[in-house]
């Protein structure tokens, strides 16, 4: 199985912006479709973005199209979300996962990084 850690977090102001990283380790990255979650405070996991095996394809939720970009260099086993215009709303711990080709659900986690955006 995969170990992912993700790095990057911190306090930004609005409008600012911040790059994680998801570091793997123990398996190819190439073998696993990448995404990126958020968990703000008293409210349930939700959906960032998703990134294909090969970086061919992204998707994103609504909030943050035009803002974040999800990418991958799998020669470096690391998935980034770079956020630009960060808003308060952003605030979050934010989970980088992966699921392999040949199973549908997101089985492997990282432990999270905390970004805070202040107003």
């Known amino acids: 199985q995969v170990q992912l850690v993700e790095s990057g977090g911190g306090l930004v102001q609005a409008g600012g912006s911040l790059r994680l990283s998801c570091a793997a380790s123990?398996?190819?990255?190439?073998?696993?479709?990448m995404a990126w979650f958020r968990q703000a405070p008293g409210k349930e996991r939700e959906f960032v973005a998703t990134?294909?095996?090969?970086?061919?394809?992204?998707n994103y939720t609504e909030s943050v199209k035009g803002r974040f970009t999800v990418s991958r260099d799998n020669a470096k086993n690391t998935v980034y979300l770079q956020m630009n215009s960060l808003k308060p709303e952003d605030t979050a711990v934010y989970y980088c996962a992966a699921r392999p080709f040949y199973q549908p659900d997101f089985g492997s986690w990282g432990q999270g990084t905390q970004v805070t955006v202040s107003s």
């Open positions: 990134i294909t095996r090969s970086g061919g394809s992204t």
């Open positions: 123990g398996r190819p990255l190439s073998s696993y479709t």
